[in-house]
């Protein structure tokens, strides 16, 4: 029987891998509710129907919310300072809106943990934000998943634990390496998000779910071990949670704020507390950790990851790049003829810049570049790209942003590192021409010392990365 079914968080990284579930199946009739229609991938757009809005706009959740049977809330308010107000807020309107409009029943993934006096501000909201929705059971069902660690290519814990492993032979670690937690694979969890509209499931209920039980020491050994690495892991009591998130921060791809709020979690054991998962879910048999790390692995080796965790973020697309583009300020364009190649190879070697393919010769400015980004917090170059050889909209690609992709066309990137205005670059290709500009918007008298502070360097690297572009697309 076909369900009607809304899904919440569709650009975000778990509603994402849901919603390709969904699509897969094909059994379904599929609405999602989105921030930013922009944002959302024009393919995955064909194959449902997309509403524009958010949970604090109540006329666009009563609009998604119509002939809905099962609404799955996949979001959080964690880029905002206040998000404890605004989960519990985002929550309510959404329960609300779904009983109204006769919704049977919501599938939430919230975090896994008890509360202790280490519970940290953002599992605490999680829990609120289940409590929230599950407020009304005589009147809608809430299956309410707690995971814990999410291990899978593009999950922001799996990407810091790789990036340690990968980058440091011998670390030094906090106390909090000895605590337990238990991790999940993510194709496990979509499986589980994925048969939770089943009609069995038909009662409120919490679901806890994970695999082995494992300290993080032990997870970063098996990863270790999965990658064929020998590594030393030294606890020590002297690292404290602001010392590890900076260290998190310089080493893996996540910046200050992210690395912040997943130490904090750290404090306290993540067991399951119930056997639900079981139960209700018996044909689903969690992978163990290592097998969810060769997965994660080999989807990031053959360029098959379909979400991570930087994909998502409203700031960048509240932003009208369109008329700000315009305002900008300076502009560095370079032309360069391209007579002997076709725009499809232009396109393709546009599409191929940043992460571990680099920027061309001067690759080590841009590593500086990243470096003292990330010195002040930013994300740096460290996220790469989630493929080396595929680039969609709303991708991260080092401390760019893909904001508009035309095929053979155009590519726009906007930068997300730390600077003091705003930034694009943009490549337009057309007939026999590639052009290439870097806009620049400058925030105060400090934008416009930074942009002219760099010139010299634009310079060459501006001019080096047209004609490299331009070289590559020759040599396919
Ligand atoms: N990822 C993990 O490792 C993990 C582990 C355990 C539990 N979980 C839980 O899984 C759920 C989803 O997490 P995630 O990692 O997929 O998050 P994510 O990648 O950060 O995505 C969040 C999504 O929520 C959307 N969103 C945020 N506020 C919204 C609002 N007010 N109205 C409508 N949409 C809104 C975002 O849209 P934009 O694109 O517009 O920003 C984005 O699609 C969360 O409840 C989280 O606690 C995740």
Redesign the pocket.
């Known amino acids: 029987m076909k369900q009607a079914i809304l899904l919440?968080?569709?650009?975000?990284?778990?509603?994402r891998r849901l919603l390709e579930e969904f699509l897969l199946q094909s059994e379904n009739s599929i609405r999602v509710?989105?921030?930013?229609k922009s944002?959302f991938d024009g393919t995955l757009a064909q194959s449902v129907a997309v509403v524009e809005g958010?949970?604090?706009d109540k006329p666009s959740l009563a609009k998604a919310m119509e002939g809905i049977e099962i609404a799955y809330?996949?979001?959080?308010?964690?880029?905002s300072d206040d998000y404890q107000n605004l989960d519990k807020m985002?929550a309510e309107n959404f329960r609300d809106a779904a009983i109204k409009a006769g919704v049977k029943k919501i599938v939430?993934?919230?975090?896994?943990g008890v509360v202790d006096e280490n519970i940290s501000k953002h599992l605490l909201s999680?829990i609120e934000?289940g409590e929230t929705l599950s407020a009304y059971a005589e009147k809608i069902d809430v299956v309410w998943f707690r995971?814990?660690?999410?291990i899978g290519s593009g999950?922001?814990?799996f990407e810091i634990i790789r990036n340690l492993i990968q980058k440091i032979p011998v670390m030094i670690t906090p106390k909090w390496v000895r605590i337990k937690a238990q991790p999940i694979g993510i194709d496990d969890v979509v499986a589980y998000l994925y048969n939770a509209k089943n009609p069995q499931i038909s009662q409120s209920v919490t679901v806890d779910i994970g695999s082995e039980i494992l300290s993080y020491g032990q997870m970063m050994s098996q990863c270790a071990q999965v990658m064929s690495l020998k590594r030393f892991i030294i606890p020590v009591p002297f690292l404290t949670i602001g010392l590890s998130s900076y260290w998190l921060n310089i080493f893996t791809p996540v910046p200050f704020r992210v690395a912040r709020s997943l130490i904090d979690g750290l404090k306290s054991e993540v067991i399951v507390q119930n056997e639900n998962a079981k139960k209700l879910f018996p044909q689903i048999k969690p992978v163990s950790f290592k097998k969810a790390v060769k997965k994660a692995l080999k989807e990031a080796e053959e360029n098959q990851v379909l979400s991570r965790?930087s994909?998502?973020?409203?700031d960048v697309?509240e932003i009208d790049h369109r008329n700000a583009i315009a305002d900008a300020v300076f502009i560095d364009e370079q032309v360069v003829a391209c007579p002997d190649v076709t725009q499809e190879q232009i396109f393709k070697s546009i599409c191929s810049i940043g992460g571990k393919n680099g920027w061309f010769s001067y690759d080590w400015l841009w590593e500086i570049r990243g470096l003292i980004d990330k010195a002040f917090g930013g994300v740096g170059l460290n996220r790469g790209r989630r493929s080396q050889v595929e680039l969609r909209k709303g991708d991260s690609l080092d401390f760019w942003k893909v904001i508009d992709i035309i095929p053979n066309k155009r590519v726009l990137l906007f930068a997300q590192m730390k600077v003091p205005g705003k930034a694009w670059l943009e490549f337009r290709i057309e007939k026999g021409k590639l052009t290439q500009r870097a806009y620049f918007l400058p925030q105060g008298i400090m934008g416009r010392l930074y942009w002219f502070s760099l010139l010299p360097l634009h310079y060459f690297v501006f001019r080096d990365m047209v004609n490299s572009i331009y070289k590559k697309a020759s040599l396919t």
């Open positions: 919440t968080g569709a650009t975000g990284y778990i509603g509710l989105v921030r930013n944002a958010n949970t604090f809330y996949l979001i959080h308010s964690l880029g985002s939430y993934l919230g975090g896994l999680r934000t995971a814990g660690v999410i999950s922001a814990s965790w994909d998502s973020g409203e697309w």
